[in-house]
């Protein structure tokens, strides 16, 4: 008792609010996957990009990209889903995977507005958005392991 006694002091918490919540494994890893996808989403991106102006040539990897896209948005609502009804007690994954899932719809749906409608202008948005979303998933995974 005395080793969590300390550990609560050391995160402010005493009395009633001093319950421990466990590190969450399953919800780190639905999240290192999402990392993993959004990583590899940028590989893509960097594959492409090489054919700058040249649609066609890079086709294929533009659809390994969207594609690629897709398995982020799926992973991110499962662990959106886990995190709503698993991890109650833990605001700050359930609001955090809640925002990556919502991140990752609008940069689908810049990213079809780039291929679909030649609004290449939005990569000046679409980009960046890529970043934050890097952000956030690897503060998710890293957030859920520490007890809180």
Known sequence: ?????????????????AVAVAPDHAFSALTGLVALAVLLQGLWAGIFLEHDGERDAAENWIEVHARGGDVAIVLAVLATVYAVFRLRARRDLWIGSVALTVL?????????????????????????????????????????????
């Open 1 to 17: 008792m005395d080793n969590l006694s300390t550990e609560y002091r050391s995160h402010g918490r005493r009395g009633p609010q």
């Open 104 to 148: 990752l719809f609008l940069e689908a749906y810049l990213g079809g507005l780039i291929a679909d409608e030649s609004k290449d202008v939005l990569t000046a948005v679409h980009i960046p958005l890529a970043m934050v979303i890097m952000a956030l998933v690897v503060w998710l995974p890293v957030r859920a392991a520490r007890r809180h």
